[in-house]
């Protein structure tokens, strides 16, 4: 097998599993070389895998990649024939191809075995890097420094956390590597591991400012200089060479280095661990953890991945892409974004018919140097774009959601392809559709030399990302130009192949697996933060995802003119298939003249941003989980846990039926001797007095701490119950109100009638529709009755307020029928299969029967108890 580059000689130890060899600095990107060595003593050989980098070019600092040469038996693998006889067989190992499966969980203690030995030496170069810092720091506090605390803060920011993380792992992975045998299980090392990634976001986050500021430093400084262009990393155990020199610079690159080793090492770990394994799921979360770590940093790695030459010889590299919503000609549009070093270009993909290679279509490019971001005061109205509406948005989302159901109905019943593939085309249909209409919040750019464009986003963290990705890149000394068409046409050629997101973001293009993502109930506590340099007033917003976009679900209350807020508030977020909670912490805007025309809202500036994958196996525990989000040198301290929707269909009655929450309603009216419960007509008249206007009332998350206070004032019936109801937030009262209904031991709809619900909103003829609704009103129990008509009219009052509080009829049923409304835990058990069902099956239908009574015209209790002319059956 020719070899692209001479192999070193080295001596080779009998007693040794592994032997190193530097990598050559000009081994081709993504070459996957196996070398098979034969050694004169035994039938013995060597197997070696390059695993270079996704997406990274070997640069200077990269070139010091170990490779392993891993000394197999030879009769294990070629049964005892010699290798001079076996070219066939060579050949077939030469090619990675390991064909016995019987020999996956050797494979598996190969690859460890591998890993463990590039683990030392990586945790070897960890404590070299940290070795100086010590003395440094000593010297710091001193008359003659040779760095400042700061300055020693910034290089070698999170080394020593990384450290103590990967000591810890390779501490717990070696002796199961030593020891092994096929039951052992180390899955969840590497999924602690990959959970523990936060600390390379904030180090990578940091590792520009860390190489600028070493390299001002070695050039004031000649003692630091010496330091830092010789370091000693010690050998492996077994090597001869007790120390080899490295400067600092290319041992703070190690870190980034490793990141994608390791998910390159998980990927080969899964590939030969069976399914059946304790291990293979922790892997499989581990490598997913990993991959969206990876995808989120890979730009901030090294943009010189993307390079493209242009026709003078300028270099161009391909920072950031991504799919947005432009409005054009007063419609929206969905075009892909690239943004390279020194120009941003718009595009929209070409149809092709089969066979032929895609291609993109350039729409408009602005150079980055006649590229700004108009101020609100200096910005234009924006072109009117009429608003999808919310109810058809949530009609979509239903529409996906039963078209999800049915497509794993077809695969579990091992339905047909084509059937399948009909559905899959549905879904994507609609989800397409969804993603193109649900974007609200603008993002306008303007070209200096004249004309303006406007994109609209789901997430201000996105906005923001693309804001700071473009501002980073306009600090340099950018030069103003046109492209001429051959030079245009060069570039958007490019974009196929450089771009970084493939597909647009919605489920249907996902594997099928890849995680479904959490349904259910996430609890989150922010807690407090820390490190802003001046005092502000300052507030949290919290934002998911949901059907392939992020969406704003909750916001702490504004702390103000303080550098350390102390928010300590709960708030509770449906998740609808999540995988994402951002944290976006911003400076609250007072004055009026920074209006975004495009919106009509004050523009808060953002301070900091956030983002942690939702990992299945950290949240869903009883236990609270606690967190940190570090972000521009800001640390966000928040808790959260995880309540899946099948153990929130649960309801507990109450012990105490002294009290309100958890009481049945018949009893609460009976005591208070009342129609309709006292929480809800004082919660009903606070909103109609004070938030009626407040948008997303009932949507947006109350303070949970606020709604537990107000629920023990209620269940104690408290005479101080009207002022604390005066002086709370009303999304905290909006919030109570809707606890107190889904805490009632049964729906207010109650159990025994949700089977009649569903099938008498399933009517197709409008007329048996009417009857039979209003048939099933009457056969409530009457405090149920009044109670529910009573909350009817006032939601009613809510959405005749819809153009300011943005909380249409259909928004209002999606939030409260799920509440009043559901199927008792024994109707749950026996229909449903897993939670994306919950959400098809059961909430689609749920919105329906409340948004039919909403829609309907008023409905007295006296003519609907007198009326004769429905028609009744026994249900």
């Known amino acids: 097998m020719g070899l692209p580059w001479p192999l070193p000689s080295h001596s080779l130890y009998p007693s040794s599993q592994f032997i190193l060899f530097q990598e050559p600095p000009l081994a081709p990107v993504g070459s996957s070389h196996v070398i098979m060595r034969c050694l004169s003593h035994g039938s013995d050989f060597l197997v070696n895998c390059l695993y270079s980098p996704i997406k990274l070019p070997l640069t200077h600092e990269a070139t010091s990649f170990v490779l392993l040469l891993t000394t197999l038996r030879l009769d294990r693998w070629m049964g005892g024939c010699p290798i001079r006889k076996c070219g066939r067989e060579r050949k077939m190992l030469a090619a990675g191809k390991w064909v016995e499966a019987g020999k996956g969980l050797e494979m598996r203690k190969l690859v460890l075995s591998g890993f463990l030995a590039s683990e030392e030496i990586y945790i070897n170069q960890l ?6 810092m010590k003395p440094l720091k000593a010297t710091a506090t001193t008359s003659q420094p040779v760095l400042t605390i700061q300055q020693i803060e910034t290089i070698f920011y999170k080394i020593q956390d990384i450290y103590e993380i990967h000591k810890e792992f390779y501490d717990n992975l070696c002796p199961k590597v030593q020891q092994w045998d096929s039951q052992v299980t180390m899955g969840h090392l590497f999924q602690k591991l990959a959970s523990q990634l936060g600390v390379y976001k904030a180090f990578v986050d940091n590792y520009k400012v860390a190489l600028e500021t070493a390299e001002k430093c070695s050039q004031s400084n000649n003692q630091f200089q010496k330091i830092s262009e010789e370091l000693k990393v010690k050998g492996p155990k077994d090597s001869k060479d007790s120390h080899t020199s490295v400067t600092m610079e290319a041992l703070l690159y190690k870190p980034i280095d490793r990141v994608t080793r390791s998910t390159l090492v998980l990927h080969d770990l899964l590939k030969h661990t069976p399914v059946d394994h304790p291990d293979y799921p922790l892997l499989q979360d581990a490598l997913r953890i990993s ?266 209350r504004v702390f103000r003119d303080t550098t350390e807020p102390k928010w300590d508030e709960e708030f509770e977020i449906e998740l609808e298939g999540s995988q994402s909670l951002r944290i976006l912490c911003y400076e609250k805007c007072y004055d009026k003249t920074k209006v975004n025309k495009d919106n009509n809202e004050i523009v808060d500036k953002i301070m900091g941003k956030g983002q942690i994958q939702l990992d299945p196996q950290t949240v869903e525990t009883k236990n609270w989980h606690t967190d940190v989000i570090e972000m521009n040198g800001i640390k966000v301290e928040f808790s959260m846990k995880f309540t899946s929707r099948d153990m929130s269909l649960k309801r507990t009655p109450s012990k105490k039926q002294t009290g309100v929450f958890g009481v049945k309603i018949s009893v609460v009216t009976k005591r208070e001797r009342s129609k309709v419960p006292y929480i809800v007509r004082q919660c009903v008249e606070e909103v109609e007095k004070r938030g009626i206007e407040e948008v997303g009332i009932y949507r947006i998350s109350g303070v949970a701490t606020d709604i537990q206070a107000l629920k023990t004032v209620f269940d104690a019936n408290n005479k101080d119950i009207l002022l604390m109801l005066s002086d709370m937030d009303i999304n905290a009262i909006a919030g109570t109100l809707k606890l107190y209904f889904r805490e009632l031991p049964e729906p207010l709809l109650t159990d025994r009638l949700y089977p009649a619900f569903m099938e008498g909103i399933a009517l197709s003829d409008p007329a048996a529709k009417e009857n039979c609704m209003m048939h099933l009103l009457r056969t409530l129990p009457d405090p149920n009755l009044i109670t529910f008509l009573f909350l009817l009219e006032h939601l009613k009052r809510v959405a005749e307020k819809e153009p300011i509080n943005k909380m249409s009829l259909h928004n209002l049923a999606t939030v409260f029928g799920p509440t009043l409304l559901r199927p008792s835990e024994v109707e749950s058990k026996a229909h449903l299969t897993s939670a994306a069902d919950i959400w098809s099956h059961d909430v689609m239908a749920q919105v329906q029967v409340l948004l039919y009574y909403l829609q309907h015209p008023p409905i007295s209790f006296a003519e609907l108890k007198r009326n004769t002319l429905y028609f009744s059956t026994d249900v």
Request: net charge positive; aromatic share 10%; with cysteine.
């Open 291 to 556: 991959q969206n770590f990876l995808s989120s940093i890979n730009e901030d790695i090294d943009p010189r991945r993307t390079a493209v030459t242009t026709p003078k010889g300028e270099t161009r590299q391909l920072v950031k892409d991504g799919f947005l919503v432009e409005v054009s000609e007063s419609s929206r549009k969905l075009r892909h974004v690239f943004l390279f070093t020194d120009v941003l270009l718009c595009a929209k993909l070409k149809k092709t018919s089969a066979g032929k290679h895609q291609q993109y279509d350039c729409k408009w490019y602005i150079p980055l140097a006649d590229l700004v971001f108009p101020s609100p005061e200096e910005s234009e109205a924006s072109p009117q774009v009429h608003p999808f509406p919310d109810h058809e948005l949530e009609d979509m989302k239903m529409k996906i959601s039963a078209l999800k159901s049915e497509i794993q109905k077809e695969k579990a019943n091992k339905g047909q392809s084509r059937a399948i593939e009909r559905l899959k085309k549905k879904m994507f249909e609609n989800e397409f559709l969804l993603l193109l209409n649900s974007p609200t919040i603008p993002f306008r750019i303007h070209n200096r030399n004249g004309k303006s464009y406007l994109f609209l986003l789901s997430s201000d963290y996105e906005r923001s990302e693309w804001r700071e990705a473009i501002q980073k890149l306009q600090k340099k000394d950018l030069q103003a130009f046109v492209l001429s068409s051959v030079e245009l046409q060069v570039l958007t050629g490019s974009c196929f192949k450089l771009r970084t997101v493939h597909n647009i973001p919605v489920t249907s293009n996902k594997d099928d697996d890849e995680s479904p993502g959490l349904y259910g109930f996430l609890h989150v506590i922010v807690h407090s933060a820390k490190g802003f340099k001046q005092s502000a007033n300052l507030y949290c917003t919290l934002e998911v995802d949901s059907f392939g976009y992020f969406v704003s679900k909750a916001k702490t």
């Open 127 to 132: 404590e070299a890097l940290l070795l100086p």
